[in-house]
């Protein structure tokens, strides 16, 4: 696996998940979650291997564009795996009657929010920011100073407290379905590329290349992708692909379904 070569290794700190609605990216990040938590409480003195002290605490992050989503979404998600999990069942405990929440091991703490306020002066391991370009404000330079403000403050925690002779075992996901080429997760993937970081993992795929190829018949058809300049048009059955290439078009090659 790319993320994870081995049970120690951990090949990046940031995983950037754009594409559309339903390519399960909450899902993806909440189990990458939960393993770094694994890796974590199979440890005999886990605050030796991380250079803390043995007081300290080991924040799991999971950020929405509101409290109540982060809750919903992550927060859930999570909750939904571990119960069906009889190792973590075992090492964490359970509260509450009416609706039974797993709590891990006292020295990890999962943290909720949907702010930078939330992760100031917090021992962020692993941090999860779910739709992070769809941050509610009309004008988009301000959606993308707040969710800057939100990645630097979690940065700020996973380096200040777990960067150690140089390596940096932290966990960094970026997700958002597509906005605009403008918001937040489409700019900073750009920049990643052009910076050509090493530490980051960027997955931006159609859904017709993550779901399964049984899910669709086989058949396909052509779309014109535009851009800023070009109007995206469905190509007719037979057209020569070669004058809408020399437009400037991508082209695109779909399932009917």
């Not at 993320?3 to 594409?19: H, K, M, Q, R, V």
Request: aromatic share 10%; net charge negative.
């Amino acid at each position: 696996m790319q993320l994870f070569p081995d049970a120690y290794t951990t090949n990046y700190n940031n995983l950037i998940e754009s594409g559309a609605r339903g390519l399960g990216k909450s899902e993806i990040a909440v189990t990458i979650g939960l393993y770094l938590m694994h890796r974590l409480m199979c440890l005999k003195d886990p605050h030796e291997f991380l250079n803390l002290k043995p007081t300290e605490k080991v924040d799991f992050a999971f950020m929405n564009i509101t409290i109540t989503l982060a809750e919903d979404i992550g927060i859930s998600k999570l909750q939904e795996t571990v119960q069906l999990s009889p190792w973590f069942m075992e090492r964490g405990y359970i509260t509450g009657r009416d609706v039974k929440i797993w709590n891990p091991p006292d020295f990890i703490n999962i943290l909720i929010g949907s702010q930078a306020g939330h992760l100031i002066g917090r021992p962020i391991y692993f941090a999860f920011f779910d739709e992070i370009s769809f941050i509610k404000n009309m004008d988009i330079d301000k959606q993308k100073s707040i969710a800057t403000d939100m990645m630097d403050t979690a940065i700020g925690g996973m380096k200040t407290r777990f960067i150690h002779k140089g390596k940096n075992p932290t966990m960094l996901i970026l997700a958002s379905s597509k906005r605009t080429d403008k918001s937040f997760l489409e700019e900073h993937m750009k920049k990643k590329l052009l910076e050509e970081d090493e530490t980051s993992l960027i997955i931006d795929e159609p859904v017709w290349n993550v779901k399964p190829a049984d899910d669709y018949s086989g058949r396909k058809f052509y779309v014109a992708q535009g851009n800023r300049f070009l109007v995206s048009e469905i190509i007719p059955d037979g057209d020569d692909l070669k004058p809408w290439k020399e437009k400037g078009y991508t082209i695109l090659e779909v399932p009917v379904e």
